[in-house]
């Protein structure tokens, strides 16, 4: 692949478990990027100002994705859906570039699509490179390298193969836990547990409903 090998350096901080939380990114907005194409049951878009749930949802991220138009046949789940969501996007404490490398990477080893277009812009614009979001697209399940650590660092690093096991596997050996809970502390483990948990659930829910008629659709090339 069309990988570089300079040393890229990472911007997050490291920390160890003693350290203060670090600092959260707040209010991301997700750009529409959907092309509105029919998904396994139909969507739901109230107007502004017609339906609560849907303004505090619009609210939050800006808009309503194909996604938020899904999810709101079903109200109740929507509302814990935007309540859990708000708090894993908007609330922790990991760096930006951790938090998007957990929904990118669930992204590709679940071949959700519709996941990955609509964060790598997020991801991009947290601090993820062009040569990192290719370790991330194109490296395969629980692979790790010289290489893969050269681009994308030890933390970040420790994050993918993290992710890997949560999603491929399930459990997770005592070296991967330890590999990524070097550079968190006790918060940070927990909520870098839940963005990989909970984007695994946001990524087989949007394959299964084909949203966006994404459904067998590559995950794109960077």
């Known amino acids: 692949m069309l990988f570089s090998k300079a040393v890229v350096a990472l911007s997050a901080v490291v920390v160890t478990a003693s ?7 707040n209010n991301l907005k997700l750009e529409k990027r959907d092309d509105d194409l029919p998904a396994r049951v139909p969507y739901i878009f109230p107007a ?31 509302s814990g859906w935007n309540d859990l969501f708000g708090v894993i996007r908007d609330g ?25 277009l609509q964060h ?8 993820l490179t062009t040569e990192q979001l290719r370790i991330i697209r194109f490296t395969p399940p629980f ?18 193969s993290y992710a890997d096991w949560i999603t491929k596997s399930v459990q997770v050996p005592d070296r991967v836990f330890k590999g990524l809970k070097q550079f968190l502390n006790d ?36």
């Open 19 to 25: 350290a203060a939380p670090l600092f959260p990114s």
């Open 92 to 116: 922790n404490s990991l760096p930006g570039t951790m938090r998007e490398l957990f929904i990118l990477r669930t992204a590709v080893l679940n071949s959700a699509a519709y996941q990955w």
């Open 48 to 78: 502004p100002g017609i339906d609560p749930l849907a303004d505090a949802i619009r609210e939050r991220h800006g808009t309503l994705l194909d996604l938020d138009g899904l999810l709101l046949n079903a109200p109740k789940l929507a």
């Open 143 to 160: 692979v790790q390298t010289k290489h893969t650590e050269s681009i994308l660092g030890p933390q970040l690093s420790a994050a993918m």
């Open 187 to 222: 918060q940070q483990i927990v909520e870098a547990t839940m963005t990989a948990g909970s984007y695994n659930l946001v990524s087989r829910f949007v394959v299964a409903l084909d949203a966006d008629a994404k459904m067998g659709v590559p995950v794109p090339f960077v």
């Open 120 to 127: 790598e812009s997020v991801g991009r614009e947290e601090g």
